[in-house]
């Protein structure tokens, strides 16, 4: 599943290739339960400018207007010279001037991404409903702190894949979190300490931006950048997938399942 560091790779890879003035977009007929919202037709506009917010691509339209993509399990937007022709490609977006990556198409194989065309009105209403980015300045202690309390008898792991409380924050996150705060997923938020909270918060910062400069992180599900490569994140894992505890290299970790999702975690570091 593509994570926050995988749709920020998206983000970065596309970006070079803006403005992106759209001539002509097309919809195959399978992406009608992807579109959640179409205020406009897309030909005519341009893309200025795409940006994050957790898990969300947002591209920036002129005159007006915003796209709002969420990649789901398996989504993706991929730049090519040509037409992909790629059974998956769902939407297909053209710039006639461009002579290279005049293409860039939405593929999504399990088709669980959204998408929407939104007005600047309605895109204002959509945004005030995504909550403050982990990864933003915005998201800090005091953020962390208030949804532990409101929420005190939820077990930690699960919790930092809720969506509302932790924006963007996936499973291998989730994971990684924990054991790099020295914290055990087990743990319910109503115990999690300051002092605890405080070590959440640096973990955050470390997985979230660490995974982004290795263009994210790969594993059975099939994620691809925008190039069409896979993420080479995998090497800077301390607990997920990984035999040995790479923190204290001796611990061997232990896999759990909390929630229906894998957990890992040494029972060593993580108390
Ligand atoms: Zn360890």
Redesign the pocket.
């Known amino acids: 599943m593509p994570e926050l560091p995988e749709v920020e790779t998206i983000k970065n890879q596309l970006s070079p290739f803006l403005p992106f003035k759209i001539d002509e977009s097309h919809f195959s007929k399978l992406t009608s339960r992807m579109v959640k919202k179409k205020d406009f037709d897309l030909t005519g506009k341009t893309i200025t400018k795409i940006r994050r917010h957790g898990k969300w691509l947002i591209f920036e339209l002129a005159p007006t207007g915003f796209i709002l993509s969420h990649l789901g399990m398996s989504g993706r937007w991929q730049t090519s010279h040509e037409a992909l022709h790629d059974k998956h490609g769902h939407i297909e977006l053209i710039d006639h001037s461009k002579k290279k990556n005049g293409f860039l198409t939405y593929v999504d194989p399990r088709r669980f991404g959204h998408f929407y065309a939104l007005s600047d009105e309605h895109f204002h209403e959509k945004e005030k409903t995504l909550g403050p980015d982990v990864s933003s300045p915005d998201f800090d202690e005091n953020i962390i702190a208030e949804s532990f309390f409101k929420s005190p008898h939820k077990t930690l792991k699960p919790f930092l894949l809720d969506q509302k409380a932790f924006p963007g924050v996936g499973n291998y996150m989730a994971s990684e979190i924990c054991?790099r705060a020295g914290i055990l997923p087990t743990r319910l938020t109503g115990d999690v300490t300051a002092e605890e909270i405080h070590k959440i918060k640096s973990a955050i910062d470390i997985v979230v931006s660490g995974a982004v400069k290795t263009s994210g992180t790969t594993f059975s599900g099939g994620y691809r950048d925008a190039n069409g490569e896979k993420g080479l994140g995998v090497q800077h894992l301390?607990?997920f997938h990984q035999q040995i505890?790479?923190?204290?290299?001796?611990?061997p970790?232990t896999k759990i399942t909390l929630g229906g999702r894998g957990t890992f975690f040494?029972?060593?570091?993580?108390k």
């Open positions: 054991a301390v607990v505890c790479q923190m204290c290299k001796k611990t970790v040494c029972s060593h570091c993580q």
